[in-house]
């Protein structure tokens, strides 16, 4: 296999860990700083409960347009169909759609509980309700919740808050050079965002920003912004070509709600083998650095034998 074509492989996972780590952390993050936001107004953390579980429950809602199929027929695909993104990719093709259906029931157990509907008519009404709700209680609170996000996100991953940006806007205006679409379900994709992050240089430092249309989407965007920084040592060393030829493969708008609805089992169950006590942060850029087959050997190893990849972390020093 070539150099470029491992190296493509490896992105696709670092993605995949991004996406995942974003998608976890906001299942539950708002509940790290659950004080300050009932001080702000008690009503703000059963709505983001609720949002989280729309991020992940709106992948399997009938006729979602963003996605191409369901995702059960999606995730059969990569073992199948050449054309399929993520056709014989060793991690993605093996483990994706079982790691998809692990969040999806363990999202219907977490809308039991929250008393949110699946069912497609009331699903669809919650989702106005709650976003209507949001949009009233953050109004009188923006400072505080920009401030907020940035302590959640530093809280997560322990970068210091001064190169985390916040931006709670009514509505994500994307210039034509920022997630160019490759195809009509990007394109899809990219009218309908309400969230964004993106790592820029401002002089000699590297800043990450965060925007979306409540609180709880800035603050995943900034968790996921800050993961892309860190990921960002799983490609310094490769040429400018190879660079922009995996670029060009990997990174997709259309490939991101693949990511999202399978990305947060992924890394909840990841996490079960980190070290205790070891920053985050520098076990994801331990696995960035990791040449792609050792990588794709670790976390298969997490997935199937959580014991031996729990001796594979006591070995390394992080």
Same mark, same amino acid.
């Given at each position: 296999?070539?150099?470029?074509?491992?190296?493509?492989?490896?992105?696709?996972?670092?993605? $995949?860990?991004?996406?995942?780590?974003?998608?976890?952390?906001?299942?539950?993050?708002?509940?790290?700083?659950?004080?300050?936001?009932?001080?702000?107004?008690?009503?703000? /953390?059963?709505?983001?409960?609720?949002?989280?579980?729309?991020?992940?429950?709106?992948?399997?809602?009938? !006729?979602?347009?963003?996605?191409?199929?369901?995702?059960?027929?999606?995730?059969?695909?990569?073992?199948?169909?050449?054309?399929?993104?993520?056709?014989?990719?060793?991690?993605?093709?093996?483990?994706?759609?079982?790691?998809?259906?692990?969040?999806?029931?363990?999202?219907?157990?977490?809308?039991?509980?929250?008393?949110?509907?699946?069912?497609?008519?009331?699903?669809?009404?919650?989702?106005?309700?709650?976003?209507?709700? %949001? *949009?009233?209680?953050? @109004?009188?609170?923006?400072?505080?919740?920009?401030?907020?996000?940035?302590?959640?996100?530093?809280?997560? $991953?322990?970068?210091?808050?001064?190169? /985390?940006?916040?931006?709670?806007?009514? !509505?994500?205006?994307?210039?034509? +050079?920022?997630?160019?679409?490759?195809?009509?379900?990007? +394109?899809?994709?990219?009218?309908?965002?309400?969230?964004?992050?993106?790592? @820029? *240089?401002?002089?000699?430092?590297?800043?990450? @920003?965060?925007?979306?249309?409540?609180?709880?989407? =800035?603050? !995943?965007?900034? =968790?996921?912004?800050?993961?892309?920084?860190?990921? /960002?040592?799983?490609?310094?060393?490769?040429? +400018?070509?190879?660079?922009?030829?995996?670029?060009?493969?990997?990174?997709?708008?259309?490939?991101?709600? $693949?990511? /999202?609805?399978?990305?947060?089992?992924?890394?909840?169950? %990841?996490?079960?083998?980190?070290?205790?006590?070891?920053?985050?942060?520098?076990?994801?850029?331990?696995?960035?650095?990791?040449?792609?087959?050792?990588?794709?050997?670790?976390?298969?190893?997490?997935?199937?034998?959580?014991?031996?990849?729990?001796?594979?972390?006591?070995? !390394?020093?992080?």
């Amino acid at each position: 296999m070539s150099d470029v074509r491992l190296e493509i492989q490896k992105r696709h996972t670092l993605n $995949w860990l991004i996406q995942g780590a974003a998608q976890h952390a906001g299942m539950t993050f708002h509940h790290l700083v659950k004080d300050e936001l009932n001080a702000l107004d008690p009503r703000l /953390l059963p709505y983001y409960d609720q949002y989280a579980l729309i991020n992940l429950m709106q992948y399997w809602q009938p !006729k979602v347009s963003i996605l191409s199929c369901g995702p059960a027929q999606f995730w059969r695909q990569t073992a199948t169909d050449p054309k399929n993104p993520f056709f014989g990719h060793p991690l993605l093709s093996k483990f994706g759609g079982r790691l998809a259906e692990a969040g999806r029931q363990r999202a219907y157990a977490r809308c039991y509980e929250k008393g949110f509907s699946c069912l497609p008519v009331a699903f669809r009404h919650q989702v106005l309700q709650v976003v209507v709700g %949001l *949009r009233r209680l953050e @109004t009188p609170h923006r400072l505080r919740l920009h401030q907020l996000a940035r302590e959640t996100a530093s809280t997560v $991953w322990g970068i210091p808050q001064e190169r /985390l940006e916040a931006d709670l806007t009514r !509505k994500i205006v994307l210039t034509p +050079d920022k997630l160019v679409a490759r195809n009509e379900r990007g +394109d899809r994709f990219r009218k309908c965002i309400v969230g964004y992050g993106e790592v @820029t *240089r401002r002089g000699d430092d590297l800043i990450v @920003t965060g925007k979306g249309t409540n609180w709880q989407l =800035v603050a !995943k965007e900034l =968790v996921k912004g800050t993961a892309e920084l860190i990921c /960002l040592h799983g490609l310094n060393e490769l040429d +400018d070509d190879t660079y922009q030829q995996v670029i060009n493969v990997t990174d997709h708008l259309d490939l991101e709600p $693949w990511m /999202l609805q399978s990305g947060g089992e992924l890394w909840r169950m %990841l996490l079960t083998s980190f070290p205790d006590g070891a920053p985050i942060a520098r076990v994801l850029m331990h696995l960035a650095r990791l040449p792609a087959g050792t990588l794709e050997s670790v976390i298969t190893t997490a997935l199937e034998q959580p014991e031996a990849a729990a001796r594979y972390w006591a070995d !390394k020093e992080i």
